[in-house]
């Protein structure tokens, strides 16, 4: 099949070529079709599937039909990083056809965001707080939406957004399409769907486990030698971007800084930094100037770097969701990627769900040479009085002036 089949308008197609598309994926190929015609749909696809495709397509479709100015698509999105990559896939595959988006998240001004509603868009993608303040306010008028798009509802439940949904869709009119895009089914979003979808289509794409183009390797170590281990990984490995998780975002700042004092070109993506910072981050990571992005799980929402070749779970995750979530970062479409786990003792319960969805058992690997019976007060001496330095570096640059250690119990240990 190719993307002409599906009979967008030319405008929309010039946009798909212009971003080299030439076969639609599996669910691109299962859901324009029945949404072109209207259709309410479940998209139960993990990222990397091509799904945002799948809805933007059939979006700027109808979209080209209604009059302009007034916004007839509203996209909730996660994270504003999810918001701001759906802004630009849409600015991509509709750069021929003069629709206008705009990405509307918190953390920031509301005057700008007011001022491009008022200069006129025809499709906001918004976070459902600020979506709702701008509601509340009278800022945004979505009387004329005929198309809503809830982009990874899982997560959102997760996130605890699940209240702001149902009051956003109070304010929308009826009847509209509406398309449901989520990893995984919870009994709270099946029930949403329930509430709101109108007999829809169900496009099911590889359910929900990781693509199967990733290759997967567990790393067992201490904890106390993860950060060893990782920098001894990343001068030996051939990588292209890498995406280290962890748990936390004192973890994910602090191991951003020792990879840096490793020569490696690291940077961290976590909620305690601003905007900018975020935004600098992911734009580095693109570009490439950075090639170690180490993120918690909530800031890498949406992180969409086609050439990601690692995934490396410093901290393994706390679900097989977010494992499919993790590691849907790599292996985009048909690019090959690894997914690295590092596994302590404490974490055989979930190697074990994680192995269940991926109906194999993972690799187990050691890496050559590596000391693995370094104690922990041998790596600390090694380390102390660099320690003290990133402590109080880290303290002042990104924890509002308290010390970092202050926040974590971890925070005088190298791990
Ligand atoms: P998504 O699952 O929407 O996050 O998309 C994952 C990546 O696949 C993005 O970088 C898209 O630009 C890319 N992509 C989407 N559809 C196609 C396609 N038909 N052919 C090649 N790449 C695609």
Redesign the pocket.
Known sequence: MNFEEFNLHPGILAGVRA?G?????PI?VQSIPPIMQGRDIIGLAQ???????AFVLPTLQRLLQLPRGRIGAVIISPTRELAEQTCE?IDDLGQKTGLRSIAIYGGVGMDQQIRRLRSGVEIAVACPGRLLDHIWKGTINLSNVEILVIDEADRMFDMGFLPDIKSILKCLMKPRQTLLFSATMPDDIRRLVQDTLHNPVTVQIGHSAPAATVSHALYPVKQHLKTALLIELLRRHETESVLVFTRTKYRAERIAQQLKKAGFRATSLHGNLTQGRRQAALDGFRAGSVKILVATDIAARGI?V?SISHVINYDIPESTDAYTHRIGRTG??DKKGDALTFVTGADTALVKDIERILKTTIERRRLKGFNYEMSEPDIKSVHTTKKVFERRHIGTQTYNNRPAYEKSPAGLCLT
């Open positions: 971003l598309y030439t076969t639609p994926t691109q990222t990397g599937t091509g799904k945002t495709a896939a969409d086609l985009r479409v």
